[in-house]
T-cell receptor, first 115, second 115 residues
Framework: DTGVSQDPRHKITKRGQNVTFRCDPI?????LYWYRQTLGQGPEFLTY????????KSRLLSDRFSAERPKGSFSTLEIQRTEQGDSAMYLC?????????????FGPGTRLLVL | AQSVTQLGSHVSVSEGALVLLRCNYS??????LFWYVQYPNQGLQLLLK??????LVKGINGFEAEFKKSETSFHLTKPSAHMSDAAEYFC?????????????FGKGTLLTVNP
């Protein structure tokens, strides 16, 4: 396994700009999760996909956020009209989709700074 | 709703000393339990997990944890700390049923190891 990869690793943007992050899960992993981690906090769930279907979104995911997973492979997370409060580490994780209790494998994250 | 409390945001030990990181959870039904470690500028790596079976779970790098249902606890221990153990540690829970296996994390405990 090559592991979960995320791109870019760091992003600095100005308030009001749009940003897009990419996550490439471990090959053949059916489930893909997005989490957000702010300074001094643990990661918080944002949304998850089973193959290409987005099955649940957290209340943390405002209308400015959208996530996709075309063809059930890589996923993108877009933030429109960024705000300073969006500054955080965005983590992606994937899992085989075999059932509850399975391990989620995390990528290195994308650190976003909104000026 | 599930929640996780990690007692002590910062734990400092001497090299060779016992490591004890505390985790308590709240859940209407017994959840699955995880410990992840995060090194600076990296994603999260699974140390160990409890799903079913033996309540004493052994993980990587000499860490172990014991699930105590009566105390709703899942404390992480290591008999002898090594300098390379310095990192942030997160306790997490996930539902044992349903379809969304999202992780709910505690706020983390930063472990420093003094020479």
């Amino acid at each position: 396994d090559t592991g979960v990869s995320q791109d870019p690793r760091h992003k600095i943007t100005k308030r009001g700009q749009n940003v897009t992050f990419r996550c490439d899960p471990i090959s053949e992993h059916n489930r893909l999760y997005w989490y957000r981690q702010t300074l001094g906090q643990g990661p918080e769930f944002l949304t998850y996909f089973q193959n290409e279907a987005q099955l649940e979104k957290s209340r943390l995911l405002s209308d400015r956020f959208s996530a996709e997973r075309p063809k059930g492979s890589f996923s993108t997370l877009e933030i429109q009209r960024t705000e300073q409060g969006d500054s955080a580490m965005y983590l992606c994780a994937s899992s085989p989709g075999a059932g509850s209790g399975e391990t989620q494998y995390f990528g290195p994250g994308t650190r976003l700074l909104v000026l | 709703a599930q929640s996780v409390t990690q007692l002590g945001s910062h734990v400092s030990v001497s090299e060779g000393a016992l490591v004890l990181l505390r985790c308590n959870y709240s859940s209407s039904v017994p959840p699955y339990l995880f410990w992840y470690v995060q090194y600076p500028n990296q994603g999260l790596q699974l140390l160990l997990k409890y799903t079913t079976g033996a309540t004493l779970v052994k993980g990587i790098n000499g860490f172990e944890a014991e699930f105590k249902k009566s105390e709703t606890s899942f404390h992480l221990t290591k008999p002898s700390a090594h300098m390379s153990d310095a990192a942030e540690y997160f306790c997490a829970v996930s539902p044992s049923g349903g379809s969304n296996y999202k992780l709910t994390f505690g706020k983390g405990t930063l472990l420093t190891v003094n020479p």
